[in-house]
């Protein structure tokens, strides 16, 4: 079992910056980590992941404003988030995996969800 404790959420204005954290109670490195997000009303959506050799994969609407990192030392995933849009108020949650398990899998881990709103 894994238990991920994410922080860093909160409110901000429209072009202003977050940084998202995600704190793992066991070892990452070898494993998938992601940040996914859901919106009132809509699915939960991938917003970026990073294998444990460092490739990465963006969604289209966040590529170029958002970047994923991983900190094996400290267990932990970040998600550093620029130019931010109201369209970006979502829950944010992270998520980490062994590669060959989908993230759907009873063997893929979430965390609580940090609330992102972005409003003037």
């Known amino acids: 079992q894994v238990q991920l404790v994410e922080s860093g959420g909160g409110l901000v204005q429209p072009g202003g910056s977050l940084r998202l954290s995600c704190a793992s109670s066991?070892?990452?490195?070898?494993?998938?980590v992601g940040w996914y997000r859901q919106a009132p009303g809509k699915q939960r959506e991938l917003v970026s992941i990073?294998?444990?050799?460092?490739?990465?994969n963006y969604a289209d609407s966040v590529k170029g404003r958002f970047a994923i990192s991983r900190d094996n030392a400290k267990n932990t995933v970040y998600l550093q988030m620029n130019s931010l849009k109201p369209e970006d108020t979502a829950v944010y949650y992270c998520n980490v995996r062994p590669f060959e398990v989908p993230p759907s899998s009873a063997y893929s881990y979430w965390g609580q969800g940090t609330q992102v709103t972005v409003s003037s």
């Open positions: 066991r070892s990452i490195f070898d494993y998938v």
């Open positions: 990073m294998t444990s050799a460092g490739s990465t």
